[in-house]
């Protein structure tokens, strides 16, 4: 294996995400940033695969509108050799087919691969999309929901979790897999793997380094509006003396409710 | 694409198709276009003339025993042609493992967007398709509309009702198309293990978090579960940390919408909350006042799961009689 790619998202911490209450917008902007976790999982498989393999580069790959810096640092602190960023500000408005788009022509500009590894979707916008376009525009095989991986020879042998069976399926490299949360548990690293990392290279680019005419970026859906959904809910806490007492009280609430017994 | 008419129904899983085309004779009749079904497989001919009951106007049927099974690219190589010849307007596209990888290379070969996963989808006043998701792992609902047609969009299954099936007429159109080569091989399937009844069906979920000590302390939830003729469901770390339970309630485990959830020892992060927002009422149990599950709750109970339950199922017994 000579190249192993992964794409990094630096994603919105959707559990530390508040909400203004009086008028249901998400407050991103003050929100902390981290590497959307089923990337990790992709980034951790890599570093797995390289680990049994050996002589294997790992690149991570970003698009973001911002730095990204520190996302970055911990993807090399984990184990990739090297990372890429294109950081421009014209990426602040795309959408998964710009996403995409960019991520196309910055693996192309990287160079050969073996293996494109991938979250199965993001934790914030969580479309999912993104991989297969991928996939599908530097026209090579994609494995999506996979919980396991294997390499043989020159092919990938992957495990695909869908609704109702486990699919293994096999393809040649260079081939693109995105991955679940149950594939692995991605490591946490140590203060020297954090202090070797800082000498590792992050190379930045722009949109035009990568020659991509602007058009290409314009999104293709509108988002009209991100709101907070409404809750609308009783909030009734039930007290009592003893378990005996608040079990006898919710049983009587959830009859009363008309959704237990007839 | 100019001359665009059409909403498209397309889900390589029949019942997620039958769903959809409930919806999509409402946009269809709201556009005052018509409505057509893609039908992919082997030996569809029965298939075909059920999907014109269920609302079909028309039908491209590409039968084929060579793909009886589902193929990414042979199916993608289908919609592809079939989209550049026939110009539909819109195509919903069943939100499955596969349907949706689907959608966005079909959206990136037609070089147009894909919403994914609407489960609202409304024409407005001004004829534009609005489609609603779910985003910031739950936080939010985004309310999304298309640049460029064809629209795709995908569509989870359980996010609209099957409709009533008539006699209807409507025009069955058979198609050969060369089938593109796959990228991949399938080796080996295996069904996995499902209960019998779908998670997302029951009418009663009970289910446990992390406040469960051990894997076998789920009979305490399976006996109220009893009682209430309701069903067992857990939270994604005893499911994927602890590996104890196959499959979990949540954002990307299973969407329910029962008339009762009871969370019994679940903090209730936003990926879980998401995953049970539209549950008619919801009862938290839970030792911390402070778990976030008390704010999404209709019922808390600030107490021990290993003392409720027992309690509750025979205060249940009793009242119920």
Redesign the interface.
Same mark, same amino acid.
């Given at each position: 294996m000579k190249r192993i790619i992964v794409c990094l998202k630096q994603a919105?911490d959707?559990?530390q995400?508040k &909400?203004d209450p009086s008028t249901r917008n998400?407050l /991103?902007a003050s929100a902390p940033k981290k590497i959307s976790d089923f990337d990790k999982n992709a980034l951790e498989e890599a570093i797995r695969i390289k680990e049994k393999l050996g002589d294997t580069e790992i690149c991570t790959v970003t698009v973001s509108a911002d730095e990204a810096k520190t996302v970055l640092r911990e993807a090399l602190a984990m184990g990739a050799d090297k990372a890429y960023i294109v950081n421009d500000a014209n990426l602040k408005d795309i %959408?998964?087919?710009g996403t995409?788009c960019v991520l196309t022509e910055a693996i192309k500009k990287i160079g050969d691969y073996n293996l494109i590894l991938c979250g199965e979707?993001s934790? *914030? @916008?969580?479309?999912?999309? &993104?991989?297969?376009?991928l996939?599908? @525009?530097l026209n090579?095989?994609?494995?999506? @929901?996979v919980s396991k991986i294997s390499v043989e020879g020159d092919a990938v042998?992957a495990e695909?979790?869908?609704? #109702?069976?486990?699919?293994?399926?096999?393809?040649k490299m260079p081939?693109l897999v995105s991955v679940t949360?149950?594939i692995n548990q991605p490591r946490i690293p140590s203060l020297m793997m954090i202090m070797k990392a800082s000498k590792k290279e992050i190379v930045t680019w722009s949109v035009a380094d990568l020659n991509i005419q602007r058009e290409r970026l #314009?999104?293709?859906? %509108?988002?009209?509006?991100?709101?907070?959904?409404k809750?609308e809910?009783?909030?009734?806490?039930?007290?009592g003396e003893?378990?005996?007492e /608040?079990? *006898?009280k919710?049983?009587?609430?959830? /009859?009363q409710?008309g959704? &237990?017994?007839r | 694409m100019s001359g665009s008419k059409g909403v498209w129904v397309f889900s390589e899983k029949y019942d997620l198709a039958l769903e959809i085309l409930g919806k999509a004779k409402e946009l269809a009749d709201g556009l005052q276009t018509e409505l057509v079904a893609v039908l992919i497989g082997s030996n569809m001919q029965e298939k075909a003339s059920e999907l014109i009951r269920y609302g079909a106007d028309r039908i491209y049927l590409i039968d084929n025993a060579e793909l009886g099974r589902f193929q990414a690219e042979a199916y993608l190589g289908v919609l592809h042609n079939l989209a550049l010849n026939y110009k539909p307007e819109i195509m919903l596209i069943g939100s499955t493992k596969n349907g949706k990888p689907l959608a966005a290379r079909l959206a990136t070969r037609l070089n147009v967007g894909c919403v994914p996963d609407c489960a609202k989808l409304d024409i407005d006043d001004r004829k534009r398709l609005i489609g609603e998701r779910i985003t910031y792992g739950g936080n939010a609902t985004a309310r999304v509309t298309f640049r460029m047609k064809p629209l795709i969009v995908t569509v989870p299954a359980r996010a609209f009702e099957k409709p009533e099936p008539k006699d209807r007429n409507g025009q069955l159109i058979r198609l050969n198309v060369k089938i593109e080569e796959p990228k991949t091989e399938v080796i080996a399937t295996k069904p996995l293990e499902t209960s019998n009844v779908r998670i997302e069906e029951a009418e009663i979920i009970i289910s446990c978090g992390r406040g469960l000590g051990k894997k076998e302390d789920k009979t305490l939830l399976d006996e109220v579960a009893m009682v209430l003729c309701g069903q067992v469901g857990c939270s994604r770390p005893l499911a994927e940390d602890r590996k104890w339970f196959s499959e979990w309630v949540g954002l990307s485990g299973h969407k329910v919408r029962p008339k009762l959830y009871i969370a019994c020892g679940i903090s209730g992060v936003i990926q879980h909350v998401a995953g049970i927002r539209d549950s008619k009422v919801i009862v938290a149990i839970n030792k911390d006042e402070q778990a976030p599950i008390f704010e999404v709750a209709d019922y808390g109970i600030v107490g021990n799961l290993y003392e409720i339950l027992p309690a509750l199922k025979e205060a249940l017994k009793r009242q119920l009689q």
């Open positions: 919105v959707v559990s995400l &909400v998400l /991103i %959408d998964t087919s995409a979707t934790l *914030d @916008s969580f479309s999912g999309l &993104v991989a297969p376009r996939a599908e @525009s090579i095989p994609q494995m999506t @929901s042998i695909r979790t869908l609704e #109702d069976a486990v699919e293994t399926v096999k393809a081939t949360r149950e #314009d999104a293709k859906i %509108d988002v009209i509006e991100v709101l907070a959904p809750t809910r009783k909030r009734v806490r039930i007290t003893n378990a005996a /608040i079990a *006898d919710l049983a009587k609430a959830l /009859i409710e959704i &237990v017994g | -």
